[in-house]
Nanobody
Framework: QVQLVESGGGLVQPGGSLRISCAASGDIFRLYTMAWYRQAPGKQRELVAVVGNSGNTNYADSVKGRFTISRDNAKNTVYLQMNSLKPEDTAVYYC????????????WGQGTQVTVSS
């Protein structure tokens, strides 16, 4: 069992920056691929960024060049640095952990609200 706790969400003006974090506990962090998803009101949850256990990353086209995902295996934490934020980035951001071998093992955090508005 893995517990994921997000933090760092809030209100930011368009063009601003925000970093959200996800602290994991309960299993060996480095065995998991970590990802950030987001869900805006009335929309489906979508993948934002992924970081593998070796540090390889992948991004949705809508955030490439603006968002950076990273992980600190010593701190069992994954981060999402968000720059040049736009109103359309407004959503609840969810942390996700998927075991790299037993891929049916997947966990979600409770979500953190990010609102981009002037």
């Amino acid at each position: 069992q893995v517990q994921l706790v997000e933090s760092g969400g809030g209100l930011v003006q368009p063009g601003g920056s925000l970093r959200i974090s996800c602290a994991a506990s309960g299993d060996i962090f480095r065995l998991y691929t970590m990802a950030w998803y987001r869900q805006a009101p009335g929309k489906q949850r979508e993948l934002v960024a992924v970081v593998g256990n070796s540090g390889n990353t992948n991004y949705a086209d809508s955030v490439k060049g603006r968002f950076t995902i990273s992980r600190d295996n010593a701190k069992n934490t994954v981060y999402l640095q968000m720059n040049s934020l736009k109103p359309e980035d407004t959503a609840v951001y969810y942390c996700n952990a998927r075991h790299t071998i037993i891929t049916s093992l997947m966990y979600w955090g409770q979500g953190t609200q990010v609102t981009v508005s002037s």
